[in-house]
């Protein structure tokens, strides 16, 4: 498979594949509805609606979309919908969650039931994003831009191996990896360093497999050849990093909005740790970024 | 005044006013000979070098440059010239530290010496940028970009006014200041947002004055008109923010060297806390760049 270099290749990798089920929770808000019907025109995606139907059919219609597309479930009750949504894609008859017009907390709540969610136990719930930003050659994997705060050593573990699988996916093979700080240099008082430091061990120990990674560094070694000729840091990355796994999500989280806002930069997400993918897109996201989540979503629920 | 709005435009501001003398602590490799060489031909700056004379004037002729504009201080020892320099600032016979050929950590041990040094007692050093991204209509102070690894409420306060003073040197008179977060919720467990609505209920106090704060706020809300009106969120800063602050030192970091890197940005940075501006550029930033700052030293050298 040829690398997936750009988001609009993303699209286009998903022709002539089987569309994937994707079961969407309260899905009758025009948001939610406008992005799924792009999905589904462009033939990647069926739709099941869980919602209001009444609600569903008149949303669609003043958008002019075509109701008789998706499958309709009527269930009022929006904390009922979420349950009944996990439990379609819990058993097969969906491969992948999307969360609609409910509040995040609420969907996340039956997302991580631990009789009846998504998340195996034990598992590390994370974000992962694919970033696409013109002047960088390829995308950048960036994780994490939503969900933990202040990754410890194993949740830093577990969000390496979610962006390396992920990158996987996008045809990366062998994917660079850079644990990305302020500096390339360990400091025994930052901890965050520190991890980095036994996490590239581990990896050079096989115990984190099919990507090479280093760290600490910093953007420019990261993601600059020339940074890395100047400075003469020896490393791997050589300013080509596939992904990113950043010390917090302040720092990844106000690194991937000043490249959207100012570098042209487009985005897509998914949570990571559940059994299939789960889609939860805020408002504030572009028509295009919503379009991408969605193929992303479709090409992780691959097998 | 009109306000500096780019950092071109920095340079401009500075014709017709009295050159500033810049003692230069090792002055003798070709980067800050390059770098000098500019500011003194500009007309804002006079430089002092204090360093092995024999190597500046060789390193001088191979560059091409007149080592005569200069006045040559002999000091084979780099401790030695890093002490002399100090004390040249402190004595008033320099306006200007800036480092050259020199460990950063033995010049910062000059510099932040107790009885000798130019950081006041109890003095916050910290380190504010102005950040010039083609894609934002004007400047961006940006703190703490490599001092201060998790700031304290106590030196976030000192890093808000620092910002905030270099805002007003720039002609920015009531500057929007957002304290720079992930989202605009206050969270308890998070510090950071704790101490942002701290900090603005001083600001609403008097307490830190001539400017306007407001946090936490994420990247687009501080910095993209457009996505307030979106999310409906009341602030003053309105997504025109001049000054932000950062709840990390990683944050800030990674934040400037994307929109380096990726947005085209260029950047002017200083010490700030102690009496007098101090220079410290590192070798791999760009030519323009290291023009900047000390073009920016100058300004803030001005009464």
Redesign the interface.
């Known amino acids: 498979m040829q690398p997936i270099k750009k988001l609009d290749q993303l699209i286009k990798s998903l022709e002539g594949k089987s569309p994937k089920k994707i079961a969407v929770t309260f899905a009758q808000d025009p948001n939610t509805i406008g992005a799924i019907s792009k999905a589904v025109d462009l033939g990647f995606a069926q739709a099941i609606m869980i919602g209001d139907k009444e609600i569903i059919i008149k949303e669609c219609k003043k958008l002019g979309v075509d109701y008789q597309k998706f499958e309709i479930i009527d269930e009022k009750n929006d904390v009922k919908a979420a349950a009944l949504s996990v439990e379609m894609v819990r058993n097969g008859d969906a491969d992948v969650l999307m969360k609609g017009l409910i509040g995040t907390d609420k969907f996340l709540k039956a997302v991580l039931n631990k009789e009846k969610g998504l998340l195996p136990p034990k598992a590390v719930m994370s974000y992962v994003c694919a970033l696409d ?4 050659d390829k995308l950048l994997f960036i994780t994490d831009t ?1 969900v933990i ?1 202040f990754p410890d050593l194993k949740q830093k573990i577990a969000m390496t191996k979610y962006a390396v699988n992920m990158a996987h996916k996008f045809g990366v093979e062998n994917p660079k990896v850079a644990l ?3 500096t390339e240099k360990v400091n025994p008082a ?1 901890q ?1 360093t520190v991890n980095d430091a036994i996490i590239c061990k581990m990896n050079q120990r096989g115990q984190i497999k099919n990507c090479v990674i280093d760290g600490p560094l ?3 070694l990261a ?2 050849k020339e ?1 890395v000729k ?2 003469g840091v020896q490393t791997p990355i050589n300013g080509e990093a596939d992904v990113l796994v ?10 991937y ?7 042209g ?1 487009e985005l897509a997400g998914l949570i990571q740790g559940t059994i299939k993918p789960v889609v939860v897109m805020s ?2 996201e572009s028509e295009k970024s919503k379009l991408y989540c969605i193929a992303l979503s479709c090409l992780m629920a691959e097998d």
């Open positions: 930003i013109p002047k960088y939503a705060p990305v700080s302020c930052i965050n910093d953007i420019f993601c600059d940074a100047i400075k950043f010390p917090t999500l302040e720092a990844c989280n106000t690194f909005k000043g490249l959207m806002l100012f570098g930069g408002r504030s």
